[in-house]
């Protein structure tokens, strides 16, 4: 008999097998340059999380520990157990684990994330820390999410479709529950990168903001071709209205 993970562990961070997580982890990616006034504050982020339309908030550990009541807030915590600034300006990443699935816990995660970027010099060393987390994660059931993003001297291009489908693909490889990684640019190289990833489920990254409509267009291809959902930051709560685009996001990926 082989071993299968138990199939419903994604149940605590997806609704109807669909998912959309709220990222906020860009404080820690690429300082407050992101983030005016209202948003700097976590309270207000976790306000949007809150409202309903999202399946999970991403959430450094600093920022879990210091705002996330989980007895006033419904929406389910995935903690980002590894992290790095954008100051070292490093060619080839290497994005270090700062918490572990036990603090996780304790913050109130049901689900954890972890950054590989794959082609960098320093992948095996992401991919053994990931190993590990997996290991653990397993023991409490939480599911794991990765973002798998190309980077690196050998990485010529990050949104090179075929890349994007290798990422898919270790992910996969490496035991990821879901894996979150960019939009290739078209349906048809999406769909692959969809068919690479296995049983591994697909949620995409956002970007950097993006006028709505052309926004809400790729989500509808990406769900069209198989992602089970996003995992965006700034598209929602750098729009003067982020629950009213929250709203259509979760319009599209739940096809009402
Ligand atoms: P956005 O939707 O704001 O792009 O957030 C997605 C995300 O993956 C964050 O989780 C992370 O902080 C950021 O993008 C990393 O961006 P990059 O490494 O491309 O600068």
Redesign the pocket.
């Known amino acids: 008999m082989f071993f299968q993970k138990n199939t419903d562990i994604l149940k605590n961070i997806t609704k109807d097998g669909k998912a959309l997580f709220l990222?906020y982890?860009?404080g820690i990616?690429?300082g407050p340059t992101d983030f005016n006034d209202e948003n700097v504050d976590p309270q207000y982020i976790l306000k949007i999380a809150d409202s309903g339309y999202f399946t999970g908030v991403?959430l450094q550990k600093g920022v879990a520990e210091k705002y996330f009541d989980k007895n006033k807030y419904k929406v389910p915590l995935i903690v980002k157990l590894n992290g790095k600034t954008?100051l070292a300006k490093d060619i080839d990443p290497y994005s270090p684990q700062i918490c572990t699935v036990e603090e996780a816990l304790k913050y109130g995660a049901k689900a954890v994330g972890y950054t590989i970027y794959i082609g960098s010099e320093f992948e095996s060393m992401m991919v053994s820390e990931f190993g590990r987390i997996e290991e653990e994660a397993e023991k409490y059931g939480l599911p794991v999410i990765a973002?798998m993003?190309p980077r690196g001297r050998n990485v010529k291009n990050e949104k090179d479709p075929t890349i994007i489908a290798y990422a898919a693909r270790v992910g996969l490889e490496l035991g990821a529950d879901i894996v979150?990684i960019g939009y290739t640019g078209d349906p048809k190289s999406f769909r692959w990168v969809v068919e690479s990833a296995g049983k591994t489920k697909v949620v995409v990254?956002?970007?950097?903001k993006e006028p709505e409509e052309e926004f809400l267009e790729k989500t509808k291809i990406v769900i069209e071709q198989g992602a089970i959902g996003l995992?965006?930051?700034?598209?929602i709560w750098q729009s003067p209205e982020p629950l009213v685009i929250s709203k259509k996001i979760a319009e599209v990926i739940w096809r009402k």
């Open positions: 990222a982890d860009q990616e690429h991403i954008n973002w993003y979150k990254m956002g970007g950097s995992a965006v930051g700034r598209n």
